[in-house]
């Protein structure tokens, strides 16, 4: 990303309320892809099943990755995220495809910038960034998976750390704009990323924004790892984010009394991209796009948010009335940096 990128995202910040995309796998159902759209000449002859490894469709379907980022550019979304949730070696190793992981990150990456063009094209003096996303593994750092070993781990921070530093290096060869760790269930597995990224920046002389979303898990307003989002805060702030924020897990409503504790606490801009509700018997999600924008325009105009968007569930029509809910509406200001020394367990420590 060049300086006049990062410029122009901070200025976008500051004027007005930013638009994430929606969800990617939602799309990507729609499409009723089957077995032969997951393989290409390099895993034509792959032994294991490959339908459902969605990212590896930025290899083997680019056309229908980047139909999906440009419906959402036009839609109204500033900021697309690349088709990388699952693509790190820990991930794609359920698939035996770990070798493809630095190709599946910068193709995804070329793909989603060759949206963004599309569309400052069909727009000119538009700007459409893209966000190399970081999704949180299959596995988790400081729980055991073993309810009779409680002392087992699945994964190191040093597995972490390795992998999201080769996810993190392919996406930046690849152009993104910024990047996005999302739907953390696990600070230390954001911890790890965070330590990989702060070590390429470090070493590369260069350094992207970064946007960092959690995800409650249930009403207990914790994540899966029992931090409450004080604390889940505290133990991220010092990376200065571009953005923390909340998504997954919970629909907006639900979210609510989360966003506006995180919006009170944040020195940087908030984001929300919350489900389109909670899961129906069936697995699917039942608001509409009326009621999503209802819901993230309340968001707004409480002054919790300034980057929004969508995601399980949600479509380009969601993102359209979420965009057209938010139009005009002014911009929340971060709160100002505190030199309060605030610590985090499970729960949040200042010492005044």
Known sequence: MSLERTTALNTLGRERIAVLDGAMGTMIQERNLTESDFRNDVVRNHPRDLKGNNDLLCLTRPDVIEDI???????????????????????????????????????????????????????????????????????TASMSPDVNRPDYRAVTFDQ????????????????????LIETIFDTLNAKAALFAIEGLFEETGRRLPVMISVTITDASGRTLSGQTIAAFYHSIRHARPFSVGINCALGGKQM????????????????????????NAFGGYDETPADMAGIIGD???????????????????????IAAAVRGVPVRTPREHSSTLRLSGLEPLLIA
Do not use: K
């Not at 190709?103 to 094209?121: F, K, S």
């Not at 999201?164 to 993104?176: K, M, P, T």
């Not at 968001?299 to 009335?321: E, L, Y």
């Open 160 to 179: 972490l750390a390795f992998a999201y530093r080769e996810q993190v290096e392919a996406l930046i060869a690849g152009g993104v704009d910024l990047l």
């Open 299 to 321: 968001f707004a105009r409480a002054g919790f948010v300034n980057i929004v968007g969508g995601c399980c569930g949600s479509t380009p029509a969601h993102i359209r009335a």
């Open 256 to 279: 609510r009394p989360y966003l506006e504790e995180l919006a009170m606490l944040a020195e940087c801009l908030v984001s929300c991209h919350p489900n389109a509700g909670l899961p």
């Open 69 to 139: 980022h440009f419906q959402y550019y036009a839609a109204g979304a500033d900021i697309a995220t690349t088709n990388t949730f699952s693509s790190t070696t820990i991930a794609q190793a359920d698939y035996a495809l770990e070798h493809l992981v630095p190709g599946l990150n910068q193709a995804a990456a070329e793909v989603a910038l060759r949206a963004a063009r599309r569309a400052e094209a069909a727009t000119p003096g538009r700007r459409c960034f893209v966000a190399g996303g970081l999704g949180p593994t299959n596995r």
